[in-house]
């Protein structure tokens, strides 16, 4: 028998409950053993519960208590979160979390001194909810040099996108939307502003190249400028507007990381994505791209990658060879400014000829775009590839000559 | 440090070399201790290799040199595969192998040997080429009841309906096309007919429902009756024609099990994975549906997935509980006929209206499809839902009506 204590009873934390209560057969058959919850930590009372009678507020039983081997966190937030899982590796217990914050911004301490008292720490259902992808890049895929990661990551994002693409929906009733679905907290900046999504691919990044990636060295755009005119002009580009995480790792053996709506061909994997889901792709030198695609959130699905994590934990006790990576490198994440991209640029002048004449004459050469019922003197164009810095210059060079950058939206070859 | 041997040096066994060659800093970082190829078996002689020294032909100098913790079995084809694999793994070493032949035809049995002397014997490689799918339907999804998996599992198949698809390209000249470019062996009836799909449907459902699918038990159809015209009617349909190969937990606790070509949307994950790329969807209760997709076969995507498999034999030295099935249950696999589908019908009867009138008396409703340029007489339909068993009577009293069916696909609700 393996007893386990879950912190925090939430969404996520009822989830992990319900799955263990309901599939408590076949799990135990797969884990080898039957796993007990003995504690669930909350500040709040649920008396009509069925299995009221494992509630605790005081954390210290659960870390005091030398049956429980493996702890479950699923509070959210990095404080008391982090205090009560550093406490937990500390004490000698398994430590399995679905929470990104704290991954993202103390992965690297705390995978340390699992590794140092031979415990695991789990965060599959951090990533991608409960679409496999920590696990498949640390194990099925580590015989490859993988070279680049890129995902929508983020599921209310992408549904608000889908829904301004579909049905022409503005930004703001899409939100609205979202809000009522319950997709979106009440405050959606953290989705709406790209820090969601940034977290992941941090925690992607730092699993892939081995050492700490922190969210703050990660330029992250939201999708909050976006509108119905980038939308149509996507569409004539052949494409859709999405949010992606990506990270690449560079010939100076920099990585090149960031947030921001992109530019995806119709064609590719990830512009098939929509709604809630999410799809992220894995590009390994031997593999080619592999792209994993599911539901990227939501009570059972992240409850149900936690509770593979907690299977794992049971299963491995005598071999805790898992996951690792090291802090932070000096200078390894590389300027975003020095990255090359295409651009998509939305600008106006005086008059469509004389916007697109400017074009030209700082660009070079240029892919129009056009759309239906484009504003007065509005021109659209996706510019030749080049260092951030170089669009940069180019876009000051258009403003001199009068036409004024209404939207820029980076343009992905996936 | 760890010593492997590698049976086979044909596209994957090379492929194996490489990888563990040109990756060997990262792969050992990963494995924990250096991994090293000390030997590989092959009939054939390669004096100019740069590891000519390593070749022997004697497998049991492999068997008994104690140095030797896993065995990487890469020939392909039952025999000697089988003979050596049990040998190896009786004579207590672990054995990774991509040999879907024997893997569908012995699993129950090598996986039984292995748990009995506590070794592990996978075959991520097996299933998928380059994606990672065994592993996650066995770890990640743990915490969840699967109830179906569906997908497309031959790179080659799929490369041939891409073609008729997209450039009108007939079956034959798609087939030379695939044959020429090295995805077709001269043989291709393992891919065209439906075996290869077939073997890899029944190690997912082995590994899913726990105990062996024998792919004798497999209803399996090829492609090979696919013609221009069911392609164009597909395209009427909204969708596609890929080969399927599926597997369905029903309420009376059997299998459903077959593949087959079937109209997929284009609006679902499936219907987009072209080329030789495969697709396979792992619909779970808690998760949903989740979708991995990637390149299904290839020397360096399939030789990594080896390579992943004996970095984890090496890891995982004290932890030995991953993959399990029973032998064959009786009567667990579901007579197909029982299943329920609905059916596109291609028909011909004196005119187009009379096959019509026909089709309607027989089927009471129906969808009717359309193309351009249709033969003389010519009718097509999507039925409701029915069993087989109904289909079968149906179709036999449209033949009494005299209307002669031209081909019959599944309908899928993927």
Redesign the interface.
């Known amino acids: 028998m393996a007893y386990i204590a879950v912190l925090g009873h939430g969404t996520v934390g009822s989830g992990v409950a319900e799955?263990l209560f309901t599939?408590a057969e076949?799990?135990s058959r797969?884990a080898?053993e039957d796993i007990k919850i003995k504690y669930i930590l909350d500040i709040r009372d649920f008396p009509d519960l069925s299995y009221s009678e494992l509630f605790t507020k005081d954390f210290d039983v659960i870390l005091n208590d030398p049956d429980i081997s493996t702890v479950v966190e699923v509070m959210g937030g990095l404080h008391p979160a982090y205090d009560f899982v550093k406490a937990c590796l500390e004490k000698g217990k398994n430590v399995v979390t679905s929470n990104k914050e704290l991954v993202a911004a103390k992965g690297a301490e705390l995978l340390s001194i699992a590794r140092k008292n031979n415990l695991n720490f789990l965060f599959?259902a951090s990533v991608g909810g409960?679409?496999?992808i920590i696990?498949?890049i640390s194990?099925?895929?580590?015989?490859?040099?993988v070279s680049e990661i890129a995902g929508i990551l983020n599921g209310t994002t992408n549904f608000i996108l889908t829904k301004m693409i579909r049905e022409q929906m503005s930004f703001a009733t899409a939100l609205k939307l979202a809000q009522d679905l319950g997709y979106a907290e009440r405050n959606p900046a953290a989705d709406i502003e790209g820090h969601d999504a940034c977290r992941k691919i941090c925690i992607l990044a730092s699993l892939t190249f081995g050492s700490h990636v922190y969210p703050d060295s990660c330029y992250t755009e939201g999708i909050t400028k976006i509108t119905l005119a980038d939308v149509d002009y996507a569409e004539s580009w052949g494409g859709v507007i999405k949010l992606i995480g990506s990270v690449k790792m560079q010939e100076n053996g920099k990585i090149q990381i960031k947030v921001c709506p992109m530019f995806v061909s119709r064609e590719s994997?990830l512009g098939?994505v929509d709604d809630v889901f999410n799809g992220i792709m894995v590009r390994?030198?031997?593999?080619?791209?592999?792209?994993?695609?599911?539901?990227g959130a939501?009570k059972?699905?992240t409850?149900?990658?936690?509770?593979?994590d907690?299977?794992?934990c049971v299963?491995?006790?005598?071999?805790r060879?898992f996951l690792y990576w090291e802090d932070a490198k000096a200078d390894f994440v590389d300027d975003y400014k020095n990255g090359e991209t295409q651009m998509f640029v939305r600008c106006k002048g005086a008059n469509i000829s004389e916007a697109f004449d400017a074009a030209y004459k700082v660009f070079g050469e240029l892919r129009e775009l056009s759309r239906k019922n484009p504003e007065e003197g509005e021109a659209a164009f996706v510019t030749p590839m080049m260092t951030e810095y170089q669009l940069e210059e180019k876009l000051a060079a258009l403003k001199a000559l009068g036409v004024e950058t209404l939207s820029t939206i980076r343009v992905s070859d996936y």
């Open positions: 799955v599939h076949s799990i797969r080898g599959e409960g679409v496999p696990r498949p194990t099925c895929l580590a015989a490859n040099e994997q098939n390994g030198d031997a593999t080619g791209d592999v792209v994993f695609y599911g539901k939501g059972l699905p409850a149900s990658a936690v509770v593979a907690v299977i794992d299963k491995q006790q005598t071999s060879k």
